[in-house]
């Protein structure tokens, strides 16, 4: 009866879709508080690392503000000469069993250097950006070469990026939307632009009801293996953070701050190495909650690359990242859905699935995010770790 309580519990808090990698993730309680030093960081930098005449904390201090697989926050930042970062993975932070091929990590590297480029732009720098300057990962691996090289050189000539006003109110959204309310042309015209050239974007709205209805098949049909894959849940199960003390002392990974979660984890009932049977009431009833927020869901957004290389699963996540600040510029709501894109054996069919309806037909052409778009309200932010957590000693 016990371990009934704590699945039903933990699955219907937990909420559908949250566990989406290349997004940072709340899973946080209704009405439960999220400790203010977790999120500290949504506050901005301050006077004290704008007036310092080093100003590449304060890019930073925006950069780690950054969409991440897991929230994972895989990055590592060295500062040991002057004018120029240098950025690194932390191969402690992967995902090896739903991202196996650390395709979503790359593009998490790139969500970081676009914000980067966007505080540098705010600081009349220009942020020059060579990948993998010691030659890319292999395409199944990644090793302690760095991501990229940034160098950076005052400009006149640079100019400001309006997305930087966005920085602070990105955050993603996993509530129901409301499907009254169709994402307008304008938003989807302001999306493609903000992505730019280098990658396809497509969309389908309100308008396309048979091509929404697909999107929300291949959904939840990457969702049901994720939750019933033993290694692919107890991956996310590892991350989570319950509690406002371990999200406080974590400051990344998966948040829940319900009271019946916390209260039965503190009183040892809580198991997180417990795996949720594919027929239990707490599984089927997810399924079903995750199914009523797709049907909530407005609007479709994708992109697609014409190849799969390291760079460009990198300038992938820049580009990502760009279209999100244009969705918060427009007062949308998005929520990647990343399952059916994992290159694990068991999502072979919804990656197929997906691949097709994005028209991602030619050899090497790749979906390379998916996310659900509409209007809902607002969400706090996840947590992130401190500034100095990410740089190098």
Known sequence: MTTALQRRGFLRILGAGSLVPLAPLSLSGCGAAMPMDAIEAWLGPGAELAAQADPRRWILSHAILAPHS??????IADLGTPNQITLYCDLN????????????????HGTFLELL???????????????????PFGPSTLDARPVALVRLTPDPTVQKDPLFAQILHRHTNRSAYDITRAVPSVAWQAMQAAAGP??????????????????RRIALDAW??????????????????VGTSEIAAHRDGLSMTS????????LG???RQQIPKPDDYATTSQLKEFDAKMASTPGFVWMVSADNSRATQVNAGRAYARLQLAAT?????????????????????PYAAIHMLAGATQPGATVQMWARVGYAPAVGPAPRRRLPDFIKS
Do not use: C
């Open 269 to 271: 009932l809580f198991d």
């Open 117 to 135: 480029d966007l505080a540098a732009r705010e600081r009349g720098l220009r942020a020059d950006i060579t990948l993998f300057p010691q030659g």
């Open 70 to 75: 897991h929230n994972l926050q895989s990055w």
């Open 259 to 266: 009271p019946m979660i916390v209260a039965l984890d503190r």
């Open 224 to 241: 049901r293996i994720e939750l019933t894959v033993p290694r692919t849940i107890m991956e996310s199960f590892k991350l989570l953070r």
């Open 93 to 108: 932070r992967l995902l090896p069993q739903t991202d196996p091929l650390s395709r979503q990590i790359m593009m998490s």
């Open 198 to 215: 280098a990658i396809r974007v497509g969309h389908a709205g309100l308008e396309q009801g048979a091509a929404l209805q697909q999107h």
């Open 329 to 349: 510029a427009q007062g949308l709501a998005m929520q990647p859905l990343s399952q059916a894109l994992q290159e694990y054996a068991e999502q072979q069919q």
